[in-house]
């Protein structure tokens, strides 16, 4: 049950990428990174937030390495300079009270230039080529991800506060109004921060209530 957990798919050429919530994700073949990362242990399925949490961190600190300094923005983005850089996608099966498989995407602008991006999403895009002003090792971004992955899901099972911590520290929109969509309706409040699960607490109507950023496939 376990022989693919941990797999790692690199996709180089993707015509209907998905997004959160099916908006699609744009590459540039040869010049984005989009990849996919299997999770097939029985995972506890109060565990699934924080697994979501862990790959936004593991990311950041991947661009960190390539010396980005990248915010997160809730359910699942990387921003630098108030633009959209990067994002991730956690789909889990669930069986009872366990996690089956978790299929977690991931896609990071990397080596294109702003311009190759269709024009509706240009204004709100930016690369890493854009802000480092020199191109970057596809493979070496999928490595520092892993292994900073691996090492926070280790921590997630010691020290599951610090990974709730550690992400608010990097949020770039605490107690701020933020829009987002729950089955298919966008709703709007105020993030308020993350619960134990680290599920989002969002105040809506003067009532604070917990979002969860996983799709349940």
């Given at each position: 049950e376990y022989k693919n957990h941990g797999t790692i798919v690199?996709?180089?050429?993707?015509?209907n990428g998905k997004g959160q919530k099916n908006k699609t994700w744009g590459m540039v073949p040869g010049k984005s990174l989009v990849f996919s990362l299997i999770l097939a242990k029985n995972?506890?399925?109060?565990?699934?937030?924080?697994?979501?949490?862990?790959?936004?961190?593991?990311?950041?600190?991947?661009?960190?390495?390539?010396?980005?300094?990248?915010?997160l923005k809730w359910p699942n983005d990387l921003f630098i300079n108030g633009?959209?850089?990067?994002?991730?996608?956690c789909e889990t099966k669930t069986?009872?009270?366990?996690?089956?498989?978790?299929?977690?995407?991931v896609g990071v602008n990397v080596n294109e230039s702003i311009s190759e991006?269709?024009?509706?999403?240009?204004?709100?895009?930016?690369?890493?080529?854009?802000v480092s002003k020199h191109p970057h090792q596809r493979e070496l971004i999928v490595a520092e991800f892993v292994n900073s992955f691996e090492l926070l899901l280790n921590k997630?099972?010691?020290?599951?506060?610090?990974?709730?911590?550690?992400?608010?520290d990097n949020c770039m929109h605490l107690n701020e109004n933020i829009l987002f969509i729950q089955n298919d309706k966008i709703l709007e409040g105020i993030?308020?921060?993350?619960?134990?699960n680290g599920y989002a607490k969002i105040e809506i109507d003067r009532k604070i209530k917990s979002f969860s950023s996983i799709n349940l496939i």
């Open positions: 690199i996709t180089e050429n993707q015509t995972y506890p399925i109060d565990h699934s937030g924080l697994i979501c949490l862990s790959v936004s961190l593991a990311l950041k600190e991947s661009l960190n390495k390539r010396g980005l300094d990248a915010k633009k959209k850089i990067g994002g991730i996608l069986d009872n009270s366990n996690i089956k498989t978790m299929v977690i995407g991006h269709h024009e509706s999403i240009q204004k709100n895009l930016t690369t890493m080529l854009e997630l099972f010691t020290e599951p506060s610090q990974i709730i911590e550690e992400w608010i993030f308020c921060g993350l619960d134990n």
